[in-house]
């Protein structure tokens, strides 16, 4: 899944195969994914990140938002949240009060700049669709729930590079670690 993760974020390899295959595994995942991951420490680096990157109010889109874990915290702290999955099994295991759509994040159904915070939590990052969405001052809130025993994790470095490499921009920002995560908050300057 690493290399999976790298190849997205700096080539921008992503096909009906490869998005079939990931669909498919988290599918096959999404009945037991809350039982099995809802827990304080999981969002401790997400609630971190958006105190200490200064992260609240308008309109959050949570990409990768699975089953819903995190959504109740972004739904306290913005006035819109919503949350999308490449897995309809997921989204139909959620349980939160919150928007939810079906999609590729890879082809996002958003018109551009609606996302004054756009939440990849062990997300897979699409850098162009990721620059389209996010309004002109938004943050991109990037979480590694177990930092680099993630499966899907980029290190903030990485995540600021392959956003610059594709020609989104310069972007700046602050990074830390939170419990066993890891996260930073990006913004275009």
Known sequence: MREVTRTIAFEGIWDADRSSLVRGIFDGLAADWTSTRDTPERA????????????????????????????????????????????????????????????????????????????????????????????????????NSRAEDTPIHLAADEVLEALTASGTGNWSGVASRAGVGSWCVLRRC
């Open 44 to 143: 401790l680096p997400l609630l971190d990140a958006l105190d200490r990157g200064g992260v609240a109010g308008g309109t959050a889109i949570e990409l990768g938002s699975g089953t819903g874990l995190v959504s109740r915290h972004l739904a306290e702290r913005f006035d819109r949240v919503v949350g999308i999955d490449l897995s309809l099994e997921m989204l139909r295991h959620a349980a939160v009060g919150t928007s939810l759509v079906n999609a590729d994040a890879a082809r996002l159904p958003l018109r551009a700049g609606i996302a004054d915070a756009l939440v990849l939590m062990n997300m897979f990052l699409f850098p162009g669709e990721v620059a389209r969405c996010l309004a002109p001052k938004g943050a991109l809130v990037w979480v």
